[in-house]
């Protein structure tokens, strides 16, 4: 069973940059795709942007294209989300999650079967 942990959360001002870390366990990360999600209280988790099991494509959801990029480093296990001139609407927590199938170019639509725990982000005004 695969196990994903988020870090590089934090409280920023309004404009500000976050980088995200999502470290995996195990020896297949590389053949699956990778995205991450965010939740704020009382709503349903919401995705964010999705990468490609090889990176070579990418996907971002409407509100953060431009200012939002996934990337994977598959010899670390690790996929990123950087995060750039962020806003207060994108305070939440934000989760990775893995692909429940391999080879996967991710999407909105991708079934993610593995998450991890989360990371606050907090964007002030």
């Known amino acids: 069973q695969v196990q994903l942990v988020e870090s590089g959360g934090g409280l920023v001002q309004a404009g500000g940059s976050l980088r995200l870390s999502c470290a995996a366990s195990g020896r297949t990360f590389s053949s699956y795709a990778m995205g991450w999600l965010r939740q704020v209280p009382g709503k349903e988790r919401e995705f964010v942007a999705a990468?490609?099991?090889?990176?070579?494509?990418?996907y971002y959801a409407d509100s953060v294209k431009g200012r939002f990029t996934i990337s994977r480093d598959n010899a670390k296990n690790t996929v990123y989300l950087q995060m750039n001139s962020l806003k207060p609407e994108d305070t939440a927590v934000y989760y990775c999650?893995?692909?429940?199938?391999?080879?996967?170019?991710?999407?909105?639509?991708?079934?993610?079967?593995?998450w991890g725990q989360g990371t606050q982000v907090t964007v002030s005004s």
């Open positions: 999650a893995k692909d429940r199938e391999p080879r996967g170019l991710g999407s909105k639509e991708t079934q993610f079967g593995s």
């Open positions: 990468i490609s099991w090889r990176g070579r494509t990418t």
